[in-house]
C-alpha cells in the first residue's frame, strides 16, 4: 500500500477490499467533517469551562477540592487502550476477515468503555454525595458536569453504536456497508479519546495544579 | 387521576382561544385570529389533500423523497409559507407602533414582545435558511454535474428536522406562548426565573432542531462539492454560485456549534437549574452573548453568501457576458467566510469589555467590508459593456448593488465602538440589518425563484407580474426601513411597544405605509404564482435554457429527469454550457448511456421528523413520556434504517436513453430565441447564444408573436 | 476525484499487517508515557504555577498529535488530501473560539473586580 492510495483518515482498506475502498472516500470523509463539527462543539465547552472554573465558583467547592486525579488517570488508561483495542480490531476486519476476532476485540473495547463510563459515573456520584457538588451548585460545576457528561455521553452512544455493529458483523459479516461503519466508530473512538486528553489536561490536572 | 402526568403542564386555558373568552381584547383577539388561522390553515390543506386525493401522492413522490430537487423545493415551500406569518407579523408590528403614541395601542406588551420574537426567530432560522438551503439543494449539484448530494438520505432528515421545528413554532400560535425575549433569546430575562412559563422552551427547541438540520445540510454539501463534481470540473471552474455554497457550508459546519452549546446550556438552565447565565452562583450571562454570537455572525455570512453567488449568476447571465473578476469572487467569498469568524463581538460593544477588545474587533469588522466591495465592483464591471437585459432577476440585482452599498456604509459606522454606543438598541440597527438582509437576502433569493423557476417546473414565471412585484418590494423596502435610520438617531428604542415622542409619528407612518407596499408586493408575488401556472402552456419552456444560460443546469431538459443527467458531463471550461454552445458541441448524443443507481424513496427522514416534533414539544411543555417515548422511536427509525439493504434501485440505460434522445431530438429541431424574445412565448427553451444570432437555428418567421410580459 | 487512485491489484501482504500493528503499539507507548508524565507533574509536584500549566499543555498537544498520527493516521506528506486541510482549517476556527472567548470573558471578569 502506497501512501497516495490512503484516502482518508483511519484504516484504509486499499491493500485487501479496493471496492470498499473506493466507496469509503466520500462517507468517511463525510463522518470526518461531522467530527470536526463535534470538536467545535467540544471546544466551545472547553472555552466555558475555562471561565467558569475560575469566575464561576461562588460558594461552592474549588476544583481541587472535589477532583479525584487517580481515578481520572485511571479512567484516561482505560479510554486509551481501549482506543488501541479497537486499533486492533480494524486491523483483524482489514486483514483476516475473522468475525470470531473482530467480535472480540469489540466486546474488549466496549467492556474498557463501559468500565471508563461507570468509573465516570462513580466519581460524579461521590462528588455529590461527599463533596455536596452537584452540577446546581455553582457555574463552575454547572460547565464541568456539561462538559464532562457531554464527553460520557458520546461515548454510551458509541457502545450502543458498537453494540449494533456486533450484531450486524453476526448479521451480514463483512459487507461493504458494515465495513464502512465500523471504520466510521473507529474515526469516532479515537476522536473521543483525544478530547478526553484535553479533559484530563485541562480539566483534572490544570484544576488540581493551579 | 394525575392529569399532569398525561398532558404535562397544558391545560385548557394553554389554548389560545381561551385567551380571549377570559379576557376579551383586541390584542387577544388577534392571538386567537393567528391561532385560527393556523388551525384553519391546516385544516383547509387537510381538505384539500382529501379531495383531490393528493395523500398518496404527497406521500410517495414528495414526504418519502430524496431526490435533492424535490427535498430543495419542499424546503423553499416551507420558506414561503414561514414568509407569509412572519411578514404580517412585521406589519401588525407597525401598525402597533403607530397607533401607541401616548396610548397603549392595540396589542399588549406581551403579545407585541412575542410577535418581535417570533418575527425574528422565523424570518432568520425558518425563513431564510431554508430558502438558502433549498435553493443550495436545488441547483448546487446540478451546477456541478451531480446526480444527487453525496447522502441524500441525511440530506431528506436535514429538511425533515427543519419542518419539525418550523410546525413547532406554528404550533405555538395554538397551544402556549412564545417566548418574549427576542430572536436571540438574552439570559437572565430568558432564564426560568423571568420567563417561567413555556415561551423560551418553544424557543429554545424550535431553534435547537433547526441548527442540526442546517449542521447536517452543510456537511452534507461540503462533502458533494468535494467529492461529487463531474470529470474536469476543477475548483476553479466551478460556477459562483457552488462556491458560495462551498463556503457557505464550511460556515454552517462550523458555526452552528457554539448555537447548540448555548441553547443545550440555556436549556440546562431552565430544566435542571444549573447556573450557566443566571443571576448569582457563579453564572454569567454574557457568556451566552458571546456563544450566541459566535455563531451569530457567522449565521449572517451563511445568509447573505448564496445571495452572492445568486447575484454572480444573475448578473452574468442577463448581461449575457462571463462574469467580470471570477478569481477575485472566489477569493474575496472564502476571506468573508473566514473573517466572519472573527468579528462576533461587534454585536456587544457596550457590554464592558475594555476599549482594546472592541477596538480590535472593530477594526476586523471594518476590514471585513473589503472583500464584499471587491464583489460589488466585480458585478459593476460584469455589466460594463454587455447586453443587459432588465428582467425581474436583473431589476433585483440592480435595486441590490444601490441599497446594499447604503447598508455596508451604515454597517461600518457600526463597526466604530464609539457610535455603535450611541445608537446600540436603537432602530437605526434594525435599519441597518435589515437593510443588508432583505436587498441583500431576501430579494436574492427572490431574483432566484425568478431565475431558477423554469429550470424546477418546465414553464417561465410571468414576467409583467414578476416586475410589478419588484416595483412594489422595492421602494416598499426604502420607506419602511428608512425612516428607522432617522428614528434610530433620534433615540427610538428597538422592541419598544409604545412611545411618549410625537415627532415619531411621520416618520412611523412612512414606515408603515413601507410595510403596506412589502405586504403589496408579496401579494403579487403569490399572484405571480397562480397565474404562471394557470398560463402554463405559453410560459412552457421544457427545452431547458430559457434564458442563454452558463453553467451545466441549463444544458438538461426542465424540469430534470430524476437522474439529472442521463451521461455525466465532462468539462474543459468555465462557463461549461454557454462555451459548448458556442462551439457548437452542445446536445450532442452521448456514445453510450449506462444504467444508474438511484437511491429508492424511503419513509425514514418524515418519521425521524415526526417523532423529532413531538420530541420538542414534549419537552415544551413537560411531557415526559411523550419525550421519552418520541426519542426512543427517533433512535428506533436510524437503526431499523441501517439493516435495511435493498436501499437503490436501477434506472435501466435503455429508459434514461429513450428519454434523453427525444429531448435532444426536440432540442435540435426547436428554432432557437435571440435574447430580445426571450420574454415572449416564442422561448420554448433553446437559446441562440449572444453574438451568434445570424448564424444558427433561424428563428420561425410569420408566426403570430404573443408577448405576455 | 482528483485523488482517486485505482487500486486495482490487493496485494495482501503481511509485511502491512505488520506495520500497522506497530503503529498502534508505537502510538499506546507514546501515549502512555505522555499521559503518565503529564500525571506525574501534577501528582508528585515536579513543577508548578505557569511552569506546571505550560509543560501540562504541551503534553496533552504532543499526545493529541500522536492520536491523530498513529491512531487516526493523519500525516503531513499527504498534503493534497481533503481531510488535512480540513484539520488546519478547524484548529484556526477552535484557536480563534476559544481564545476570543477566554479573552473577552476574562476581560469582562477583570474589569468586574470591586
New interface residues.
Partial sequence: ?S??????????L?????ES??AA??VL??F???L??????F??????Y???S???????PGPAQVFD?TAA?VE??LL??S??AF??GM?AM??RESRRAVLGWLLLTGGLGAAFVGMELHDYYVMITQHAAP?????????Y??LTGTHALHVSSGLVWMA?MAV?VV??GFTT?VKL?LMRLA?FW??L??VW??I???VY??G??? | MNWELIFGQIKWTSFVFAGAIENPSLSEFIASGAGSVAVLGALAAVILLTVKGWWVPLWRDWLTSVDHKKVGIMYIAIALVMFARAVIEAALMRAQQLAATDSGGFLSADHFGQLFSTHGTIMIFFVAMPFITGLMNYVMPLQIGARDVSFPLLNAISLMLTMAGAILIMVSLVVGQFSTGGWSAYPPFTGIEFSPGEGVDYWIWAVSLGSIGSTLTGLNFAVTIYKKRCPGMTLFRMPLFTWTTLCTSILMIFAMAPLTAATVMLALDRYAGFHFFTNGDGGNMMNYANLFWLFGHPEVYILILPAFGVWSEVVATFSSKRIYGYTSLVYATMCIAVLSFAVWLHHFFTMGQSANVNAIFGIATMIIGVPTGVKVYDWLLTMVGGRIRFTTPMLFHINFLLTFILGGMTGVLLANPGIDFQVHNTLFLIAHFHNMIIPGVLFGMFAAVQFWFPKAFGFRLHEGLGRASFWCFAPGFLLAFFPLYWLGLMGATRRTYMWSDPDYLPWLALAMAGAALILAGFALMVMQIVVSVRQREPLAAPLGDPWDGRALEWSIPSPPPDWNFAVLPEVTARDPFYEAKKAGTAYRSPAAYEDIEVPRNTATAPLIGLFACAWAFGLVWHIWWLAIVSFVLIWVVVIARSFATDTEEIIPAATVKAANEAFLAAVRSAPGVTRDREMTSENRGRAIPEGLEGRSGAVSSGAAVEVLS | MSNRIPADLPAVDHDEEGRERRSYVIGLVLALVLTTGAFAVVWLDLLSGAAALGALGLLALVQAVVHLRFFLHIDLQRSHRDDLLLILFTVLILLIMVSGTIWILYDQHMRMMP
Fill in positions: 500500500m501512501l497516495s492510495e490512503r484516502l482518508h483518515p483511519g484504516i484504509n486499499a491493500g485487501t477490499d479496493p475502498h473506493e472516500e466520500e470523509f463525510g470526518w467533517i461531522f470536526m463539527s463535534d470538536l467545535v462543539l471546544a466551545v465547552l472547553f472555552a466555558t475555562a471561565a467558569m475560575v469566575q464561576g465558583i461562588a460558594e461552592g486525579l488517570f484516561t488508561l486509551l487502550l482506543s488501541f486499533g486492533f486491523l482489514k486483514y452540577p446546581q451548585a455553582s457555574g463552575f460545576l454547572s460547565a458536569y456539561l449494533i450486524q448479521v451480514f456497508p461503519r474515526l479515537h476522536m479519546d483525544v486528553i484535553g484530563f489536561t485541562f490536572l490544570f488540581v495544579a493551579s
